[in-house]
């Protein structure tokens, strides 16, 4: 399992579900679209040196223990969140929402996905934090945050159709529920990149 499968194992589905008033199922779907999706837009941010350096000094800041383990939303601060999935989208932040909620079922609706980004953005960022400042000490350079990011989200969607997140996120991108799907995980990573490739170039450095 890779590590953003294992961060997306971790997620209370059934507690984000109670709060946004949505399906566990949907909700489920939301999940697993929204997270390569700011995975994928924090990359785009990093795609230059002063994007980078952003970042770098945002990872620095973050509480790396809100990922760690099991994730409690009593922790998450969306207003801090709304703040974050900005800085990451840019003026583009509601282009990525319809885009995402176009390819899934018919319970993923724009308003679900940007009711489920600000609570999954600063589990992302702290998700991130750990990896890149934990251990090496390599988060004093901007160098490299590229790389983590790719390496991340290669591993969601392109590690074959046993892969959790893989799995729900391929049927998100194949048009309808996860339940019962089984779509290769890389052809569901093709699909999102097409479709948000040309948005996330626009966020927010």
């Keep these: 399992m890779t590590e ?56 620095q800041t973050k509480d790396t223990s809100l990922a760690a383990g099991a994730i409690s939303l009593a922790d998450v601060d969306v207003n801090d969140g709304a703040k974050i999935v900005k800085n990451i989208f840019g003026s583009q932040e509601n282009q990525v929402a319809t885009q995402l909620s176009s390819v899934g079922s018919s319970g993923l609706t724009q308003g679900l996905v940007q009711k489920i980004l600000p609570i999954l953005a600063p589990i992302v960022l702290s998700f991130v934090a750990e990896k890149f400042l934990g251990g090496s000490g ?20 392109g590690g074959g159709g046993g892969d959790l997140l893989g799995s729900v996120l391929g049927g998100v991108l194949g048009g309808g529920s996860s339940s019962g799907k089984s779509v290769s995980s890389s052809a569901g990573g093709d699909m999102l990149g097409d479709l948000l490739g040309g948005l996330l170039g626009g966020g927010k450095r």
């Design 138 to 157: 390599s988060g004093s350079s901007s160098g490299g945050i590229g790389d983590l990011l790719g390496g991340l989200l290669g591993g969601a969607v």
């Design 4 to 59: 953003l499968n294992d961060l997306f194992s971790r997620i209370p589905i059934g507690d984000i579900a109670a709060q946004v008033g949505a399906s566990e199922s949907d909700t489920r779907e939301a999940v697993a679209s929204a997270l390569p999706a700011l995975l994928s837009g924090m990359q785009a941010n990093a795609a230059d040196d002063a994007g980078a350096a952003s970042l770098v000094n945002a990872l």
